[in-house]
């Protein structure tokens, strides 16, 4: 992969880290090790940046809970470190979990699984140091027999077949630009497959929002009705405070739009081995505009309305296993009506479009700079 100058104010921490690591010949170098766990088996070693970054199995059996151990042990440089407020901008990259954080989030949108951050050790032991070692609680459900979702599938998966290497390459290839946006984007993505098993409608709400945080970078013309509006912005008729407001209101307007556009421009490719049969049981390629105008809206009703989201159910019958709707239409609960148009894809479904659509984007920007 070719060299690119980077702008240290947006790149990502990992790949300022491992390019220092690769450029450095001389310096101490430490290392921090971190157990993750997953409920995925990924086998092979993964080494990446000349030794920067390395993962592999921990614990090649799973616990009680399902979960299997990985140690993933990254490697920096030591340099002293002389804070200069001139060389940071406003605007410059920040993810509060730092570079273990950013791993984690990556390796949960390539290999499609979950991944929980348990332990980090850091420091070396010595006459004169010591190991410290810190210990994380996550809250994670247990895998139910009739949960059919790809993470919770044995299919293959390894660290050693240059899979999540190139992945990585891909990223450190795009523009520094899209970084900030993108660690959040998969860092929502990571969270939201964390709550399967647990809250449904938060699940939803985090994956509206990783969506979200990459929408910045989808252009959208102005239609007649914000033409309208921008039109008597300029005779100055409002307040400085009422401007503010309108353009509030024509900025959430065109949120949602993008939302559409974005499932629209990244899935291509994403229906051409999905089931239509039976029909009402499945999402086809012609409706996709369809069903995410009615999860966004249902989103934003959960958020600002406390509306409660109406989301297909999970079926355990081996022909239901793949169905991206419960095939329940308008339906009565207690004394109210639910109409079919209110009714939300399963959360199966929701993942896998979303997972096809990051990876789709991360291919689209690392070839702007290939």
Same mark, same amino acid.
């Given at each position: 992969? @070719?060299?690119? #100058?980077? !702008?240290? %104010? +947006?790149?990502? *921490?990992?790949?300022?880290?491992? &390019? ?58 030591? @340099?002293?470190? #002389?804070? !200069?407020? %001139? +060389?940071?901008? *406003?605007?410059?990259?920040?993810? &509060? ?274």
């Amino acid at each position: 992969m @070719e060299k690119q #100058e980077k !702008n240290q %104010d +947006n790149c990502m *921490e990992w790949v300022l880290e491992t &390019e220092r690591f690769e450029k450095t010949t001389d310096g101490k170098a430490y290392y921090t090790d971190y157990e993750i766990c997953s409920e995925a088996y990924i086998g092979g070693v993964l080494e990446y940046g000349n030794g920067a970054i390395l993962c592999s199995i921990l614990q090649p059996e799973a616990n009680r809970d399902g979960l299997y151990a990985y140690l993933l042990r990254i490697k920096r440089i030591e @340099e002293n470190f #002389e804070f !200069n407020k %001139d +060389n940071y901008s *406003e605007n410059g990259y920040y993810f &509060e979990k730092g570079i273990v954080g950013e791993l984690i989030a990556l390796f949960s949108v390539y290999f499609q699984c979950r991944f929980f951050h348990k332990s980090t050790t850091s420091g070396e032991l010595s006459p004169h140091s010591i190991k410290f070692r810190s210990e994380y609680e996550f809250n994670q459900k247990k895998p139910h027999e009739h949960w059919h979702y790809e993470m919770f599938s044995k299919q293959k998966r390894n660290w050693a077949d240059g899979g999540i290497a190139t992945f990585l390459d891909k990223i450190k290839l795009a523009d520094g630009r899209y970084h900030q946006k993108l660690i959040w984007a998969c860092d929502w993505y990571a969270e939201a497959i964390k709550e399967i098993g647990l809250e449904k409608q938060l699940f939803y709400a985090k994956m509206v929002f990783c969506i979200e945080a990459l929408l910045k970078v989808v252009e959208l013309p102005s239609d007649s009705i914000e033409q309208k509006m921008k039109k008597l912005l300029a005779e100055n008729f409002f307040i400085d405070d009422e401007k503010q407001q309108i353009n509030n209101w024509i900025e959430n307007r065109r949120i949602g739009k993008k939302f559409k556009i974005f499932l629209q421009t990244y899935s291509k490719g994403f229906f051409d081995d999905e089931r239509t049969d039976p029909a009402h049981c499945c999402v086809k390629e012609h409706e996709l505009n369809m069903y995410a105008g009615i999860i966004y809206s249902a989103r934003s009703n959960y958020l600002h309305t406390g509306k409660p989201l109406y989301i297909s159910d999970d079926y355990g019958m081996e022909e239901a296993k793949t169905w991206d709707l419960c095939p329940s239409g308008e339906i009565m609960i207690d004394r109210r009506k639910i109409s079919g148009n209110d009714k939300l894809p399963r959360i199966r479904w929701f993942e896998r479009i979303t997972n096809y659509c990051l990876k789709n984007f991360i291919n689209t920007i690392a070839q702007k700079n290939d």
